[in-house]
């Protein structure tokens, strides 16, 4: 079936550093990739989705210099937390659909990465 | 806009009793619904799927669930609760673009806690 590898599952850094989250779909085409985050004892909130090939949408609210996602191919895709504060800490999560989400694929999940910023 | 709510935040059963976890949604458009599982600190894992086709869906690990239009709701069910059974789960409803072949954005609900007591 269709994998979505996600690394770093954990990561810790210092206030005020960037840490980059990497998705990379292991055999399908992951045409889209949407990112979530989920704050504790909360729901997944959508980020941004991305297109490969094309800039990310981010969902209201979501400071786009401050969460850089990158889509330039149809294997992987980053999200780059610029500048963390301990607000960011969080759980971030990825999923991917393929062939342009043709419902006979559904979304893949990647495992979540665990982000502490202190 | 599309929507979902979960009822209860928290249910607790014995094992083997009936699990009834509650989902109802709002759609402007036909809705594909999802459950999945999420156990602790790990990614999501799809239960089970409804994509316009059967309105009894079958998951796995025995759970199942039913869209029922009429009351805007797709419950997941299991007949009988196992200990492994104990996780978040949560209910989704994804648009659909491109007329309706392809997936859009993936809302999710609270989510509920399954607690699976001896």
């Known amino acids: 079936g269709a994998v979505v590898s996600q690394h770093p599952s954990r990561v810790i850094c210092k206030s005020g550093t960037s840490v980059k989250i990497e998705c990379r779909s292991l055999d399908f085409q992951a045409t889209t990739m949407f990112w979530y985050r989920q704050f504790p004892k909360q729901s997944l909130m959508l980020m941004a989705t991305s297109n490969e090939g094309s800039k990310a949408t981010y969902e209201q609210g979501v400071e786009k210099d401050k969460f850089l996602i990158n889509h330039a191919s149809l294997t992987l895709s980053t999200l780059t937390v610029t500048s963390a504060h301990p607000e960011d800490s969080s759980f971030y999560i990825c999923?991917?659909?393929?062939?342009?989400?043709?419902?006979?694929?559904?979304?893949?999940f990647g495992s979540g990465t665990r982000l502490t910023v202190v | 806009a599309q929507s979902v709510t979960q009822l209860g935040s928290h249910v607790s059963v014995s094992e083997g009793a009936l699990v009834l976890l509650r989902c109802n949604y709002s759609?402007?458009?036909?809705?594909?619904l999802f459950w999945y599982v999420q156990y602790p600190n790990q990614g999501l894992q799809l239960l089970l799927k409804?994509?316009?086709?059967?309105?009894l869906v079958k998951g796995i690990n025995g759970f199942e669930a039913e869209f029922k239009k009429s009351e805007t709701s797709f419950h997941l069910t299991k007949p009988s609760a196992h200990m492994s059974d104990a996780a978040e789960y949560f209910c989704a409803v994804s648009d659909s673009v491109g007329g309706g072949t392809s997936y859009g954005k993936l809302t999710f609900g609270q989510g509920t806690i399954l607690t699976v007591h001896p």
């Open positions: 999923g991917g659909t393929r062939d342009r989400g043709r419902l006979s694929y559904g979304y893949t």
């Open positions: 759609s402007s458009v036909p809705p594909y």
């Open positions: 409804y994509t316009s086709a059967a309105t």
